[in-house]
């Protein structure tokens, strides 16, 4: 090659270089990421947006509306993981799930239906009593806050349970 081919293809190198560096913090700052630092250690943090979480009430009889924080989401199906996690998070935090190892495992939709597939640990609300009939109202209520979904199933491993878990649950806000 000639040193002069040599040159051109050093210059468009850097050039693209240069691009590539504006772009990635022209994108960076749009995203809305902002750097914290906390002890000496950086972090970026993404947006938030505010979601209703229903949550059994203290009487153990009915459900209540909380407010509650997801990372922005661009897609229905993720917006809806995180959701479903964060209601699962609030329910063990406040010991309304004991297991603390529920985890969402897929999320799909078929029409106005959401089937969420949680794993093994979810049998604990596979039972016919009120505490876990409320458990399953708030992951349903909370997933239909979100619109355009009418109708949850909730399975184990791919799998319908045997008892609360058999059916597909409706949006129930007076239970």
């Known amino acids: 090659m000639s ?10 190198w850097i ?6 560096t504006t772009y990635f913090n022209l994108v960076k700052k749009d995203k809305g990421i902002k750097t914290i630092a906390a002890n000496g250690l950086t972090r ?20 209540i509306k909380k407010d509650g924080e997801i990372e922005q989401s661009q897609s229905r199906k993720d917006k809806s993981v995180k959701v ?24 799909y939709f ?21 505490k876990n009939l409320l458990n399953i109202y708030s992951i349903v ?6 619109g355009n ?6 399975l184990v491993n791919g799998k319908d ?6 059916k597909f649950y409706n949006r129930n806000t007076s239970i």
Request: proline share 2%.
């Open 161 to 166: 349970g045997s008892k609360n878990l058999d």
């Open 110 to 130: 078929s029409g106005d239906t959401a089937y969420i597939d949680l794993n093994s640990q979810a049998k604990e609300m596979d039972d016919n009593s009120r």
């Open 44 to 63: 970026e943090e993404k947006p938030k947006e505010k979601v209703v979480i229903y949550i059994p009430g203290a009487d153990g009889k009915s459900l």
């Open 3 to 12: 040193k002069k081919w040599i040159g051109v293809l050093v210059g468009i």
């Open 84 to 107: 479903v996690a964060k209601t699962i998070e609030i329910l063990q935090n406040e010991g309304f799930i004991e297991s603390k190892d529920i985890t969402v495992l897929n999320l």
């Open 141 to 146: 209520n909370s997933l239909t806050e979100l």
């Open 149 to 154: 979904i009418s109708r949850v199933k909730i």
């Open 15 to 20: 050039i693209a270089a240069i691009c590539g």
